[in-house]
């Protein structure tokens, strides 16, 4: 008996109508990213595991899809290591599935340097994938739309991000948003603050959890950490003041007298915040946020996260300043600053709040209705010319009842039909509706594609 089909947990198909969605977002960020001079580049989808390891922090190497290796993958492999997962995975999957777009880009550029002029600016768009827990806002493979400039220390670019979510989510149609800003150095300022720089990831991981947990549960799982209770005690001073951007500035400022770090943190943010007064935003509330903290290890400077107002699905896009990502392949020296628009979240966000029904479900503008044998030649005619003109058009395949074939038009969300029978074809004069407001005119070929592209 044939089994039914499935995918696996964590993944999904998509129909022509979700992809007509889905590519609507593609090419807004797409767009946004060449305004701003970056370039298009890809790679592959899988790489070397010793790529990916030790870069994400223990939580995400532990998220890496890692492939088996050809064949009978546990050949040769010593059997006192079958009982240890953390030593028998090197030896039996050489290659994983990228975890995301950055650590793929640092070794990139490493491999390319000669080829590629600094500051260099690049975009990409391309899937990834995690070894999750699948929920609602979280898959097991899923796009990211990443911009990341290396090559300079400049803190324009951090202004610019913020810039380009902004016109992204504001020309996607978002009703509000915010941004929030930190700096890793602030974190480090947070830990020699409070007597623990030694205890600085765990710290972060604790912050980092405080979005989804209450207080008391990140308390008690930074005591389970060996962190003492008088220090979590300031931390939670530190990273729960209230105010205006600057009140925070210059509260931090004056908590880091003994903290050179922390205090360089405050620096750069300042510059940041005056940077951005000269990029009005249109939609987005931007929110220098204590508490974020972003657990990625590679992160040394500012940090971004945006999360969309009235949706409760986490964080929309993200992404962070790092000091030397290349240097871990060879080539030290090449600060960079990136972000990455998560595309599936902002779909199911944009699908919440109801911003796609206007949205077609085919890219075809127009129908032509097939009446028979007889002007079938003349409509394939008036067909390829509709195409010559940069009009997406099609013919319905076969002769049959004019209510049927408007109604396909209309489950499409095609927006004109046209009519062509013995005597438009004689007078050159077509019949063309608009399927929203049900208007027909008689129109010569050269008015309809005028209308249509108006």
Not at 170 to 179: E, N, V
């Amino acid at each position: 008996m044939a089994t039914t089909p499935s995918i696996p947990r964590g993944t999904r198909d998509f129909l022509p109508e979700v992809m007509m969605r889905r590519e609507r977002i593609f090419d807004t960020i797409r767009a946004v990213f060449r305004k701003y001079g970056y370039a298009p580049i890809e790679t592959p989808a899988m790489e070397n595991l010793q790529v990916l390891t030790g870069k994400y922090g223990e939580e995400g190497d532990r998220l890496i899809f890692k492939i088996l290796n050809n064949g009978d993958f546990l050949k040769g492999v010593d059997p006192t290591l079958w009982e240890d997962p953390a030593r028998l995975a090197p030896e039996i999957s050489k290659r994983a599935l990228r975890y995301d777009l950055t650590v793929p880009f640092a070794r990139f550029v490493v491999q390319h340097q000669h080829a590629i002029t600094f500051p260099f600016k690049r975009y990409q768009i391309q899937p990834v994938w995690r070894a999750d827990n699948p929920q609602r806002g979280r898959y097991r493979e899923f796009y990211q739309c990443d911009a990341d400039v290396v090559g300079s220390d400049s803190l324009l670019f951090e202004a610019e991000f913020v810039a380009i979510f902004d016109e992204v989510l504001s020309t996607l149609g978002l009703p509000g948003f915010s941004i929030l800003l930190n700096n890793r150095k602030i974190l480090t300022g947070y830990a020699e603050a409070i007597g623990q720089a030694d205890r600085f990831t765990d710290l972060c991981v604790g912050i980092d959890k405080l979005d989804k947990k209450p207080p008391q549960a990140v308390q008690a799982e930074l005591e389970g950490r060996g962190i003492p209770t008088p220090a979590i005690s300031q931390l939670f001073e530190l990273i729960q003041f209230e105010g205006e951007v600057q009140a925070k500035l210059d509260f931090l400022e004056a908590r880091f007298e003994g903290s050179e770090t922390g205090r360089q943190g405050v620096a750069e943010m300042r510059e940041v915040i005056d940077t951005l007064s000269h990029f009005p935003l249109q939609r987005a509330t931007v929110d220098f946020n204590l508490q974020l903290a972003r657990g990625l290890d590679y992160y040394t400077g500012t940090i971004f996260e945006v999360k969309a107002h009235d949706v409760k699905i986490g964080s929309i896009c993200g992404g962070g300043r790092y000091a030397d990502l290349t240097g871990v392949f060879g080539k030290p020296g090449l600060p960079g600053v990136g972000i990455s628009f998560g595309a599936d979240r902002i779909y199911d966000v944009m699908e919440e709040l109801g911003l796609f029904e206007d949205q077609a479900q085919s890219s075809t503008q127009v129908l032509l209705i097939h009446f028979g044998a007889e002007t079938y030649g003349p409509t394939l005619d008036l067909l390829r010319q509709l195409r010559s003109a940069g009009i997406a058009a099609e013919l319905y395949p076969d002769a049959v009842k004019l209510k049927k074939q408007f109604a396909y038009a209309d489950k499409k969300g095609i927006p004109f039909t046209l009519a062509a029978g013995t005597q438009e074809h004689t007078a050159q004069a077509y019949q063309l509706k608009d399927m929203a407001t049900g208007q027909q005119e008689t129109l010569s070929l050269e008015a309809i594609i005028e209308r249509i592209r108006g």
